[in-house]
């Protein structure tokens, strides 16, 4: 598995920051050396370690922070197939489009966590320029019109499949209707319904916060190394665990996930 985040430079060092905690979760490709840092730059760390527990996964994980509101937006990839996704493009397009020419990836779905604009922004550009189809929940889609409506509709929690990769699709209501997340590979993309530290908010049009509690909770069921890949960059780093949230996140009391 290849995973690695898109910064202005990529050549740039900073200084390591301290552990995170997916350095216990993952199994990466033995290419990959590198450990993402919150600015999106790339900074040496001790993934080899994972060598030891080394399982060749054919995924692409691209993590991009996009947009005014700097959504993380997740190109993923099947590295036998090379076709791809993309998790809420909320912005600079190019910089996506980039990054799919540089990994050589065919770009098949615009998966929309949910329908505000901060994460889809970028939907029409890059369907008129790559012929992707965007998919997204039946009642997120029902909050837009004309060009920005979906493709696929989603209504129930069923997988979806890009190349070979299966992805299982959580229906995670809270924030808004239709919000959604997506598990493949020990890999949990989450969009604004969990960040790092904390979860989305509930004051807007269709959140509702009891709802976003018990659609956290499910998510807690998977395995405590998943890997927690979150909408934005809100927390101490930009990944975490599902193990490292029932201990840490300021919501796990009250949404009654907490494990001490």
Known sequence: MIISAAGSNFNSYSPPLPELPLTNA????????????KRGLISSANLCLMEKTYVEVPMIIR???????????????CEKTREALVIDPGGDVEAILETTRKERLNLKYIFNTHHHGDHTYGNQALKQMTGAKVVMHALEDDFLRGPSKADIRLTDEKTFQV?????????TPGHSPGGLCLYAEGNLFT???????????????????PTLGASIRKLMTLPDETVVWPGH??????????????KTNINAKEYGYYVG
Do not use: M
């Not at 190349?163 to 229906?171: A, K, L």
């Open 191 to 209: 969009g604004d319904t969990l960040f790092v530290g904390d979860s989305g908010r509930t004051d807007l049009a269709g959140g509702h916060r």
């Open 233 to 246: 960059d809100y927390g101490p780093t930009p990944t975490s665990t599902i193990g490292h949230e029932k």
């Open 26 to 37: 993952l199994t990466v490709n033995r290419r990959i050396t590198k450990r993402i840092d």
């Open 163 to 171: 190349g070979e990769i299966v992805f299982r699709i959580f229906h």
């Open 63 to 77: 993590q991009l922070p996009v947009g005014a509101w700097e959504v993380f937006c997740y190109i993923i990839g």
